[in-house]
T-cell receptor, first 114, second 115 residues
């Protein structure tokens, strides 16, 4: 069964460093998403991406964040200058369409900012 | 106002018993979808069940059923015949199909199944 994959599973970085989180969505899906979950809290939407551009973003997704689909398979989230409060689990998701289709979540990347 | 409200931070259920996890939602969009996800301690998000706002019948998927009460804006998850492997966090989520393309998640309910 096709699945969303994410690398790395855990990333540790120093405050102020740039990180890139990678995701490979399901191949025939057209919509891609990033979410984050701070430890013990609810899942929060960051951004959705369709047709090579951002379709929606939350207030969390400020200028420190960017997304890219550099090739036909990868979908990346970049944090330019990490802060301590960026420590969280980051989930990538993809969906076939925008209607009733569920979003398939990847296993997540745990980001720890020291 | 919160889009999704889950009022039960923690629940306990005896193995083989049924349990209901509460979820209420807030939207003015007539077209929306309601989802339940399970998050075990390993951290991944596992889709359980979906209910569309225009669906006439309550959704069922194996031991999971969704008690959809549209007028009350509630979408409670019922797990029948609980198993030890059901112990996890459960998140209710909503998508509004006319007003955006994001999921709104609740704060989750931690379910513990007792042998």
């Amino acid at each position: 069964e096709p699945e969303v994959t994410q690398t790395p599973s855990h990333q540790v970085t120093q405050m102020g460093q740039e990180v890139i989180l990678r995701c490979v969505p399901i191949s025939n899906h057209l919509y891609f998403y990033w979410y984050r979950q701070i430890l013990g809290q609810k899942v929060e939407f960051l951004v959705s991406f369709y047709n090579n551009e951002i379709s929606e973003k939350s207030e969390i997704f400020d200028d420190q964040f960017s997304v890219e689909r550099p090739d036909g398979s990868n979908f990346t989230l970049k944090i330019r200058s990490t802060k301590l409060e960026d420590s969280a689990m980051y989930f990538c998701a993809s969906s076939e369409g925008v209607s009733y289709n569920e979003q398939f979540f990847g296993p997540g990347t745990r980001l720890t900012v020291l | 106002a919160q889009k999704i409200t889950q009022t039960q931070p923690g629940m306990f259920v005896q193995e083989k018993e049924a349990v209901t996890l509460d979820c209420t939602y807030d939207t003015s969009d007539p077209s929306y979808g309601l989802f339940w996800y399970k998050q075990p301690s390993s951290g991944e998000m596992i889709f359980l069940i979906y209910q569309g706002s225009y669906d006439q019948q309550n959704a069922t998927e194996g031991r999971y059923s969704l008690n959809f009460q549209k007028a009350r804006k509630s979408a409670n998850l019922v797990i029948s015949a609980s198993q030890l492997g059901d112990s996890a966090m459960y998140f209710c989520a909503m998508r509004e199909f006319n007003t955006g393309n994001q999921f709104y998640f609740g704060t989750g309910t931690s379910l513990t199944v007792i042998p």
